[in-house]
Nanobody, 115 residues
Framework: QVQLVESGGGLVQAGGSLRLSCVAS????????MGWFRQEPGKEREFVAR????????TYADSVKGRFTISRDNAKNTVDLQMNSLKPEDTAVYYC????????WGQGTQVTVSS
């Protein structure tokens, strides 16, 4: 059974930083594209960042480029999202996902940025 468990969310002031972490189990982690989406209440889930096993150069949404950094550790089955210079508009539930033929989602972790 595939499980993705996120951690690291919380409340932070604008300009601050948070680091999200996602631990995966039940899959061959090294072949999966790993990434993060986020969702605000009443809005669609939107892409934030991803990193594949074959292309080490990550991809980011324009809204987070230069502020967020995604990284993965295939030995630990983890994917992290370092979020710096946070803005109130970054407030959302952040979801970890894994994709290779099929896709899997974590349960989400809340990030709240106060102005």
């Amino acid at each position: 059974q595939v499980q993705l468990v996120e951690s690291g969310g919380g409340l932070v002031q604008a300009g601050g930083s948070l680091r999200l972490s996602c631990v995966a189990s039940g899959l061959t982690f090294s072949v999966y594209t790993m990434g993060w989406f986020r969702q605000e209440p009443g809005k669609e889930r939107e892409f934030v960042a991803r990193i594949s096993w074959s292309r080490p150069i990550p991809t980011y949404a324009d809204s987070v480029k230069g502020r967020f950094t995604i990284s993965r550790d295939n030995a630990k089955n983890t994917v992290d999202l370092q979020m710096n210079s946070l803005k109130p508009e970054d407030t959302a539930v952040y979801y970890c996902y894994a994709f290779w033929i099929s896709g899997y989602w974590g349960q989400g972790t809340q990030v709240t940025v106060s102005s």
